[in-house]
């Protein structure tokens, strides 16, 4: 296993590695196909090098456990907007999320709809790439549109395109007070006509899940308290037409639920593949109607379906006809093995895509096969 | 501002060319008279100019794809223009180059409320992109002053902001998807309407790529339900750093505003001159807006004004009404036209680390005298963005290369303190030289290596955003 310290060694370590490289942070995020190779952990190349609330950036080494990362804003009322989910119940792994990994896999929660994904708030990176070139891009700046932006390019390429060693975020002010309006009882196609009530509303939703079997419908708005009150009356007296509305406002309560949105808990221990899928929110139900899924849980509006299905079935066929995609979360070793983990591009991208790696890792060393 | 020789034998085959093209688009769509050509020999860095070879306005995606197939197999180099409203020279031709222009593409192509997006041809104006959902009293965020004129295609090249982008991000954070024809004329989609595209995040490297990638001839575009009201605050100091811990207050103590713009002496004078907007005669003023119910606006408004308050202020205005509203905007939505008025300027867009903000000023001051010029500071403070107009005559010879050793000096700074050297405007030819301050020779070449990988054979845009040396080799090649 290779353990560097600095990023001048993490270098040194890829431009001499010999053969194929597993790249780990915490080891939390088992996402993608299996990747034979040494083991190159992070956690070495960790801590905190700025942080300044009043210009709200934050930049970190890659290897700083993402637990630090949230200590430190907490500390001056402040986190980070997109929300990124804990991958270790649904997987069922251990280890310490590390800030790096978080970007490497572009983990956005609920917040999505409303903050963007982790990839909106990154404004800078610093990695070394398969050759073992050392490359930052974008900066510590907010706005900043020098050249082209390999910021986006980083995250959620899932350490193939190179390794991070620092990365930096606009981060935002931590609300003063959250509520959820919840509804229960409604059908999956009643749930999204909610969803895309309340996002439509000017009422800056900041979460809209719909968890049947469970909570039901779920919408979150987070602001200065008397704004928060305002807009809880007005949502529900918007979305009364559809149902009863019950408002939550009790702060663990109101955090524990999105919490358990945010990681699929529901998903969590049980026997099963568990798929995530993208599509059109109003084409949600139709899409969750057609892969035949034990369970589905929604997020994003209706746009993300978390959907739990029996191992190893292969649901891309039945989603044909309805645009979107499905990404292979967790599953067994074999199925990740044989089939596609993230949903096959068509062929002129693809070839982008492999004219990239082969670019920035000519010798095809980070993390081999794991995006397929 | 050097470009590189025009390729002879290109220029040479100009008939066969404009045949090729009259074979695939209708006649009054392909522009090879040199008058004619001259309406499209410069965008907003007027400074420059170059007819180009010839024009080319194609209607549909299927269009450009078969312009761009020719050009490819002929091995002509391709501009892509939207409306030509760049002011960093990004849409500037060279004379062996042809214009691809889609401002005959500003179709509506698709509106969905419930979803929240609306496709549109690139060539669609920013304003116009609002305009066709307001009625539903929906808006499109990124808000570039130029949003009367500038293409959607120019802003996702550009990955444009604007002054609401604080709250709403900037272009970048509100596309979701486009039609991209590569340079051989091949079509792809990426992105679309749902959130997630798989695979690594093409879209993100498009935008921002000063059309030398590919041509995005439609876009779905992220649209949002209006507020239901804003209102802003002015506030004026007699120094810029007090100004400056002022906004970094605000932003501490959990407000977000939508927009909080800063303008120095140079530009209120200017602007009081031009527009007679009431602004105070002071050395700092901000403009702050917030927006929401009656209410939510009132709770935001005291806070700020109870924080600015502790700064005392020498002049802090609240609007109570739609119209005291308009006449805060009124003085910095004028601040560049009023400059105008005075004189000759070029405007750099360097952003900065919101603390080294009195730092950067002072040091941009001493430089004016050092130079001779005159420079007005207008800025978007929340982020860090600046806007030094700098003063010149460009009836003086010497006048415009001197005012750009400024502004290099300018945007040297920037990033020195930890900035950049453009925030919104994009390199173009303007910063080309500088990118070597900011990025390392392996920060470029990871850039060069991913237009290898776009257009191997260099022919969209070439000669912008890199230095020229860096990419002779790959242009000739
Ligand atoms: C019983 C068992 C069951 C398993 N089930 C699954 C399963 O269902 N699904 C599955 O996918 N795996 C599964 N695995 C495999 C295992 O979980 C993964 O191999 C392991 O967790 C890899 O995590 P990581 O350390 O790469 O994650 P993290 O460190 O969290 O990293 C996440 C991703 O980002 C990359 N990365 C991290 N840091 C950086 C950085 N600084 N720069 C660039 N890239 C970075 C990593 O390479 C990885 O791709 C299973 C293993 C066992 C033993
Ligand atoms: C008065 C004034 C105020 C401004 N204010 C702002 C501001 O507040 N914020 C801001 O960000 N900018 C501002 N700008 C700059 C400018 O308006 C933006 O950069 C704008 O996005 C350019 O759009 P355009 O359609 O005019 O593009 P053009 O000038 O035509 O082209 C700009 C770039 O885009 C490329 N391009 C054009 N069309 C395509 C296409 N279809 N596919 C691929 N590439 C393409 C061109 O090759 C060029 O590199 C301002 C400009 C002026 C003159």
């Known amino acids: ?372 | 501002m050097q470009m590189p020789d025009p390729n002879p034998a290109v220029l040479s085959k100009k008939a066969r060319l404009v045949a090729r093209f009259l074979s695939v688009l209708p006649a009054d769509a392909v522009i090879h008279d040199e008058t004619e050509t001259r309406a499209y020999e410069c965008d907003a860095l007027t400074a420059y100019r170059c007819p180009p070879l010839c024009a080319v306005l194609p209607s549909s995606t299927a269009e450009v794809s078969a312009i761009l197939r020719i050009c490819h197999e002929e091995g002509v180099p391709v501009v892509p223009r939207g409306s030509g409203t760049s002011l960093a020279g990004g849409a500037l031709p060279t004379a062996d180059s042809v214009i691809l222009g889609v401002a005959r593409m500003n179709d509506v192509l698709e509106t969905d409320y419930r979803n929240r997006f609306i496709r549109v041809q690139t060539g669609r104006t920013n304003l116009s992109v609002t305009g066709a959902v307001e009625e539903e009293d929906f808006f499109y965020a990124p808000d570039p002053s130029s949003q009367l004129a500038c293409a959607i295609a120019g802003n996702i090249a550009m990955n444009s902001g604007g002054a609401h982008c604080l709250k709403y991000g900037v272009t970048t954070n509100n596309l979701l998807g486009v039609t991209l024809v590569l340079m051989d004329g091949t079509v792809v989609e990426i992105g679309g309407a749902h959130l997630d595209a798989g695979g690594l995040d093409l879209l993100g490297v498009i935008c921002g790529s000063e059309g030398q990638l590919g041509v995005v001839t439609e876009a779905t575009l992220r649209i949002l339900r209006k507020p239901e009201g804003a209102r802003p605050v002015l506030i004026g100091y007699d120094s810029s750093e007090v100004a400056g811990q002022c906004v970094s207050d605000i932003i501490k103590a959990g407000v977000l505003p939508v927009a909080i713009e800063f303008m120095d002496r140079p530009c209120i004078r200017a602007t009081e001159a031009f527009a007679h907007a009431g602004y105070p005669d002071c050395e700092a003023l901000l403009i702050v807006e917030v927006e929401g119910a009656a209410d939510e606006i009132t709770e935001q408004l005291d806070l700020i004004t109870a924080i600015a308050r502790r700064h005392n202020p020498v002049e802090l205005r609240e609007s109570g009404s739609a119209e005291e509203s308009a006449r805060i905007w009124l003085g910095r939505k004028s601040a560049f036209g009023a400059m105008g008025q005075i004189n000759d300027y070029i405007c750099l867009d360097g952003t900065i680390p919101v603390s080294a903000l009195p730092h950067v000023l002072k040091r941009i001051a001493e430089m004016s005298a050092e130079y001779g010029l005159g420079v007005g500071n207008v800025f978007h403070a929340g982020d860090g963005n600046m806007h030094p107009l700098i003063l010149f005559d460009a009836n003086k010879p010497g006048d415009l290369e001197k005012c750009e050793a400024f502004g290099a000096e300018i945007l040297k700074l920037c990033v020195e303190v930890g900035g950049c050297l453009t925030g919104e405007h994009g390199v173009g030819i303007e910063k080309r030289d500088l990118m070597g301050t900011q990025f390392t020779a392996a920060d470029m070449e990871a850039q060069l290596r991913v237009k290898d990988v776009f257009d191997p054979q260099w022919l969209l845009n070439p000669a912008k955003v890199f230095p020229l040396a860096l990419t002779a080799g790959r242009r000739a090649a």
């Open chain 1, 1 to 372: 296993m290779m353990h560097p310290e600095t990023e001048a060694d993490l270098a040194e370590a890829i431009a001499g590695a010999g053969g194929p490289l597993r790249i780990v942070g915490g080891g939390t995020r088992g996402i993608g196909r299996p990747v034979a190779g040494e083991v190159l952990s992070l956690a070495g190349l960790a801590g905190i090098t700025l942080y300044e609330p009043g210009a709200l950036t934050l930049v970190a080494r890659a290897g700083t456990p993402l637990a630090e990362v949230e200590a430190a804003l907490a500390a001056e009322g402040q986190r980070l907007p997109f929300e990124p989910m804990d991958h270790r119940a649904l997987l069922g792994t251990a280890g310490a999320p590390t800030i790096g990994g978080v970007v490497a896999v572009n983990a956005s929660g609920p917040r999505r709809i409303q903050a963007g994904a982790c990839r909106d708030s990154l404004i800078g990176v610093r990695f070394v790439d398969g050759r073992g070139d050392v490359i930052k891009n974008g900066g510590r700046v907010m706005k900043n549109v020098t050249g082209y932006d390999l910021v986006k390019l980083m995250a959620g390429s899932f350490g193939t395109i190179g390794v991070l060693s620092e990365v930096a975020f606009k981060v935002l002010p931590r609300p003063e007070m959250a509520a959820t309006l919840r509804m229960e009882g409604l059908d999956d196609e009643a749930a999204v006509r909610v969803l895309c009530a309340a996002l439509g509303s000017p009422f800056e939703v900041s979460g809209a899940a719909h968890v049947p079997g469970g909570p039901g419908v779920m919408i979150r708005v987070e602001g200065f308290a008397a704004s928060v009150s305002y807009r809880v009356a007005q949502l529900r007296a918007l979305l009364l037409p559809y149902g009863d509305v019950v408002v939550e406002t009790e702060p663990e309560a109101v955090n524990a639920g999105w919490k358990r949105v945010r990681d699929v808990e529901a998903f969590a221990g049980r026997p099963g593949d568990v798929c995530r899928i993208s599509v059109k929110p109003t084409d949600g139900p139709r899409a969750a109607a057609a892969i035949g899924a034990r369970e589905v849980m929604y997020d994003w509006g209706g746009g993300l379906i978390w959907a739990l299905v029996p191992e190893g079935r292969d649901i891309r066929p039945a989603l044909a006809g309805i645009g979107g995609h499905a990404t292979l979360i967790r599953a067994g070793a074999e199925t990740r093995a044989a089939r596609p983990v993230f949903p096959p591009e068509p062929a002129p991208l693809a070839a982008i895509s492999a004219g990239l790696r082969a670019q920035f890792d000519p010798r095809g060393i980070l993390n081999p096969g794991l995006m397929g």
